[in-house]
């Protein structure tokens, strides 16, 4: 059943890009490579890939310098590239020219000035980048940080360098990342661990639901805003101990449930990490449902996120949460009851005259590589 986009804003109670269509099927690294020749003229120094990454938890505690759980995705960004003179970046798709002000645009500048910085590229010299996506652009899937990852990985290879420069957490993931594995990552240093997380042995997939749902308005600023007035009167949050007697000290409810979710919030990630060392993959479920639980009242309710993941509970999941700030959720779910899954999925959605969502199922995969 068809709805209009001011129908969609008025039941999803958010901002709605419309129906999310198929998935984003990126171009071949051959196709990448013609289509670089054409708009440039002249090949590219080659051809690098940076994966998307999913947050299982923990990844909106970055502002009282918390850590988070993430795993690598089998689709990310493409990017065929090569030097150029100038100090320029000729930034493009195979669909065309991206303005400046673009999140891939802005990824790529980020990762020049990262490389001239730390000495990758030289002052006089600018790049061509053409990037091939297999990622939802705003989705909490980590779009621009793959871009500025294969970016900056490319520019480390032609400098001959051990690795690349800057690129903060989202890159420092992407770059650790292994297949069957997930990384911990320190939101404050950017430091990182690599944790088994092995669900193809363990029978279980991550199945990602892309509703296509926006917040009004970004809740990063005022999230970060108010635990830092919260840390002005508890100290740095990571170190508080005693929860009932530090929110007690808060007169402002909300700040109490940011505090609330932020503190403990890191006593579920050390249990997964605690699970996950073990060697107990399966058994993080309960650990990511009680994430999503303890994030109402963070202030990040979607009525269409709030549907999947209730929807793929009933279905058989044995945990689901969302992730990141967009309207996208996931689930731990038994390999043989994904096609269950989103089919109960995509009908709670139609049922409520909803545009379906993307799905799609996937393990924890490599992390950013040079294709050639």
Excluded at 153 to 162: F, M, Q
Excluded at 236 to 254: E, M
Excluded at 259 to 281: C, K, Q, W
Excluded at 295 to 310: C, K, M, Y
Aim: glycine fraction near 14%; proline fraction near 7%; avoid cysteine.
């Amino acid at each position: 059943m068809g709805v209009t986009g001011a129908r969609v804003r008025a039941v999803l109670g958010a901002r709605a890009r419309g129906p999310v269509g198929d998935w984003p099927e990126a171009p071949s690294d051959a196709d990448l490579r013609d289509g670089y020749a054409r708009r440039f003229g002249t090949a590219p120094e080659g051809v690098w890939h940076a994966p998307g990454r999913l947050a299982l938890m923990g990844e909106h505690t970055a502002a009282s310098g918390g850590a988070a759980l993430f795993v690598a995705l089998p689709w990310g960004v493409t990017v065929a590239l090569g030097t150029a003179p100038g100090r320029r970046a000729h930034v493009a798709t195979p669909d065309g020219r991206l303005g400046a002000r673009s999140p891939a645009a802005r990824a790529v500048a980020r990762a020049v000035a990262d490389a001239r910085e730390g000495g990758l590229l030289a002052p006089g010299r600018g790049v061509r980048v053409l990037i091939g996506s297999g990622l939802p652009e705003h989705a909490s899937l980590g779009y621009a940080a793959a871009v500025g990852a294969a970016v900056s990985l490319a520019l480390a290879d032609l400098a001959g360098a051990d690795r690349p420069t800057g690129g903060g957490v989202d890159q420092a993931v992407v770059l650790a990342a292994r297949a069957g594995h997930a990384v911990r990552a320190n939101l404050g240093s950017g430091r990182t661990t690599v944790l088994p997380f092995d669900l193809e042995a363990a029978g279980q997939r991550l199945v990602v639901v892309e509703t296509g749902a926006l917040p009004r308005r970004d809740p990063r600023p005022p999230r970060a805003a108010e635990l830092a007035r919260a840390q002005e009167v508890l100290g740095p949050l990571r170190s508080v101990q005693d929860l009932p007697a530090a929110l007690r000290r808060l007169q402002n409810p909300a700040l109490r449930q940011r505090v609330e979710y932020a503190v403990t919030e890191v006593h579920r990630l050390n249990a997964a990490v605690g699970l996950l060392r073990a060697g107990r993959a399966a058994e993080t479920g309960p650990v990511l449902s009680a994430s999503h639980l303890s994030l109402r009242g963070f202030g990040l309710r979607l009525p269409a996120v709030e549907l999947a993941v209730e929807t793929a509970a009933r279905a058989g999941a044995r945990g689901a949460r969302r992730t990141g700030w967009a309207g996208t959720a996931f689930a731990l779910v038994p390999e043989g009851r994904v096609a269950g899954l989103g089919s109960a999925v995509r009908e709670a959605f139609t049922g409520r005259g909803w545009p379906p969502p993307r799905i799609r199922a996937l393990v924890p995969s490599d992390g950013a590589s040079r294709r050639g």
